[in-house]
């Protein structure tokens, strides 16, 4: 069975219009926090509930799951998804974590397929939520030269993610999607287009090349 990446994709590009995403970078926490039927706790607000120590709590989601996890539940008869993260990773550790948990949730993942496959396709929906192809399109546009460090501070992503991203299968999101994506966030684009000719260096390692993550883009 392979991961679905076209609908990974399709799904982030969803989520982004659905709760009208307009500035980078995104911020999973509040998406997870207006989506009915999950509850978001940090760990150390569950140790200091349960009165256990912090490192015991972290223990009993595993060791794989460090940064977050999400456990469901039945309730009468609707799924009911605990979400629980590091609140003391730094920032980008976090986002891409809760990016992650959030696929699982949206894609309905649940334990029918394999966990490899199921990965895959909530690391594909991170990556395709927290730095979106209209966002880059966008950024071609205004003629911003799209460095590290332009694309860093727009999502927070280090050069590791940067790198996964460039292996991201090429996907196909409708056109209308992605123009809707790229309007709602072209007035944040602009603003830090000014602020870029401002005061950004002329001599940065370009990302002209993101790889197939940006093959099949279409408006």
Do not use: W
């Not at 595993?62 to 998804?81: C, E, L």
């Not at 927290?130 to 860093?152: D, F, N």
């Amino acid at each position: 069975m392979k991961p679905d990446y076209q609908r990974a994709a399709i799904a982030a590009a969803e989520t982004l219009i659905k709760h009208g995403i307009k500035a980078a970078p995104v911020s999973p926490l509040p998406i997870l926090k207006n989506t009915p039927g999950v509850i978001v706790v940090s760990y150390e607000e569950m140790s200091e509930e349960m009165g256990m120590d912090r490192d015991c709590v972290i223990s009993m989601f595993g060791q794989g799951n460090r940064d977050a996890f999400t456990s469901v539940n039945i309730v009468n008869g609707k799924k009911q998804y605990l979400v629980t993260y590091n609140r003391y990773l730094p920032y980008h550790i976090i986002q891409r974590a809760l990016a992650r948990e959030l696929g699982h949730i949206v894609l309905g993942h649940d334990g029918s397929r394999p966990e490899e496959v199921r990965n895959e396709e909530a690391k594909a929906f991170a990556h395709h939520l927290l730095c979106p192809r209209p966002m880059i399109h966008a950024i071609h546009a205004t003629g911003i030269r799209l460095t590290k460090e332009v694309l860093g501070s727009m999502t927070n992503f280090t050069d590791v993610c940067m790198s996964c991203i460039r292996k991201t299968p090429a996907t196909d999101v409708p056109a209308e999607m992605n123009r809707t994506i790229r309007d709602n966030m072209m007035h944040y684009i602009l603003n830090f287009f000014s602020f870029q000719q401002a005061v950004m260096h002329k001599d940065g390692s370009a990302l002209a090349d993101l790889g197939t993550f940006m093959e099949g883009y279409a408006e």
